[in-house]
């Protein structure tokens, strides 16, 4: 989230976001995300280690973790994955910081968020041999996978989440992904302050340009892009058990 938290919100509203998830995604970011969430009545967190980070993920760590996410306002864990582009973490690190969080979510009964590049086989291998949760297991959060990676993510139960890489020229695949996935399996995200969408690419992304994403992937989809907006709200507050906002949908 931008650094002026009231204008990003504010933004946010603008065009129709009414609740927004704050991942938490290092033992020090999750303090900051409880921060947020208990200062923000339309803020919820996720709260995990990202593999990027996974080197610190030890029983300390998870212990941290399980204590926090008793807070009403946690709904998820993670992100938590395999990362093999950068190996900020070893490969090695990355598995077991991963069966350590699904193990967990599954503890818990809480949804996994999945942050998976150029692992998907593998990360799936270990979901699989871990076990989630047996309903709603998670999401794969900022998809950057291909047709057969979301279908094999589906068969397991999860939903997939589409972020503005969904909308760049160079992402045919992710598009076979969006058309492919069902109504009702479908996520709209924007890993901001990352990941601007077109026609914004390349500045600093922030809540409020999920409104660009969601016009381009209701495009793909050959659908209207204020039912998709809806149907991907309802999936989300469906998956992490979201409370329904007090006020009325934005038309």
């Known amino acids: 989230m931008a650094d002026d938290v009231t204008a990003t919100l504010a933004a946010a ?29 339309e803020v919820f967190a996720s709260l995990g280690i990202h593999p990027h980070e996974a080197k610190t993920t030890d029983e300390v760590a998870l212990a941290e973790l399980r204590t926090r996410a008793a807070h009403p306002k946690v709904l998820a864990i993670g992100e938590t994955g395999l990362d093999y582009h950068y190996n900020l973490s070893t490969p090695d690190e990355q598995r077991a910081s991963l069966r350590a969080h699904v193990a967990l979510a599954r503890e818990l009964d809480m949804p996994l968020v999945l942050h998976i590049r150029e692992a998907h086989e593998e990360a799936l291998a270990i979901v699989q041999e871990v076990g989630p949760r047996g309903h709603a297991p998670g999401m794969v959060h900022c998809f950057t996978g291909g047709p057969r990676d979301a279908e094999a993510w589906l068969a397991l139960g999860f939903h997939v989440s589409f972020s503005g890489i969904a909308t760049f020229p160079n992402a045919p695949e992710i598009r076979e992904a969006v058309r492919l996935t069902p109504a009702d399996r479908i996520l709209l995200e924007t890993d901001a302050p990352y990941l601007a969408p077109v026609p914004v690419r390349g500045s600093k992304n922030s809540p ?18 204020h039912a998709l907006a809806q149907t991907a709200a309802a999936n989300a507050r469906a998956l992490l058990r979201m409370p329904a906002p007090d006020a009325a949908p934005v038309a």
């Open 208 to 225: 409020a340009n999920v409104a660009f994403t969601c016009a381009r992937l209701a495009e793909v989809r050959g659908e209207d892009p």
């Open 13 to 41: 509203r603008a065009v129709g976001v009414e609740q927004l998830l704050h991942v938490g995604c290092t033992r020090e970011s999750q303090l900051r995300a409880l921060a947020l969430i208990d200062a923000h009545a």
